[in-house]
């Protein structure tokens, strides 16, 4: 169980187009999903956190007009980048808290979608 | 504000000894403590996991231990094997929040 899919898993671009990540949770609902981007032999860095039905919560420092963020259901929630640029090429990474009736602040991380702007 | 610092970065052991990693934590608030497993360009696993009220946790050749007072937790692996080898990550949690540590290359030869 608890099982997170993303789609892409990667994804080759040209500077100034946008380009759409899923984030899909299987075999539970997820209320919060977390968007992280991981460069090369770096750490997990949060981006922003999802709420279902509302606006995402973003990271001090994450534009939310460039990363747009849309959880439009208990299984699913997009990032956007716009108008994509090279510094934007990273590793970005969803998770999602594991099921409410679970005591636990686990979280399941998607495999990962990798981002090359060109 | 809040942060997580890990020691060592890298990490190197002949296969069939012990490895800990090391974390500091510097919100007293924390009171979820997981591990992650992370192997070149695949998601992070869980591999291992403790509450604030426990001090100590086991998973066979896995074990965290926790120190509230002193706000530190470790990772113990013991009779490593080549396949322990990747990035091992440490995180801080409360609510919400969650705050990764920079991470650990842990490289076990054999």
């Known amino acids: 169980g608890a099982v997170v899919s993303q789609h892409p898993s990667w994804v080759i671009c040209k500077s100034g187009t946008s380009v759409k990540i899923e984030c899909r949770s299987l075999d539970f609902q997820a209320t919060t999903m977390f968007w992280y981007r991981q460069f090369p032999k770096q750490s997990l860095m949060l981006m922003a956190t999802s709420n279902e039905g509302s606006k995402a919560t973003y990271e001090q420092g994450v534009e939310k007009d460039k990363f747009l963020i849309n959880h439009a259901s208990l299984t699913l929630s997009t990032l956007t980048v716009t108008s994509a640029h090279p510094e934007d090429s990273s590793f970005y990474i969803c998770s999602a808290r594991a099921p409410a009736s679970a005591s636990t602040d686990t979280q399941y991380f998607g495999p990962g979608t990798r981002l090359t702007v060109l | 504000g809040e942060n997580v610092e890990q020691h060592p970065s890298t990490l190197s052991v002949q296969e069939g000894d012990s490895a800990v990693i090391k974390c500091t934590y510097s919100d007293s608030a924390s009171n979820y403590f997981p591990w992650y497993k992370q192997e070149l360009g695949k998601r992070p696993q869980l591999i291992i996991d403790i509450r604030s009220n426990v001090g100590e946790k086991k998973d066979q050749r896995i074990a965290v231990t926790l120190n509230k007072t002193a706000k530190h937790f470790s990772l113990h692996i013991t009779e490593t094997q080549p396949e322990d080898s990747a990035v091992y990550f440490c995180?801080?949690?409360?609510?919400?929040?969650?705050?990764f540590g920079a991470g650990t290359r842990l490289f076990v030869k054999a």
């Open positions: 995180a801080a949690s409360r609510g919400f929040k969650t705050i």
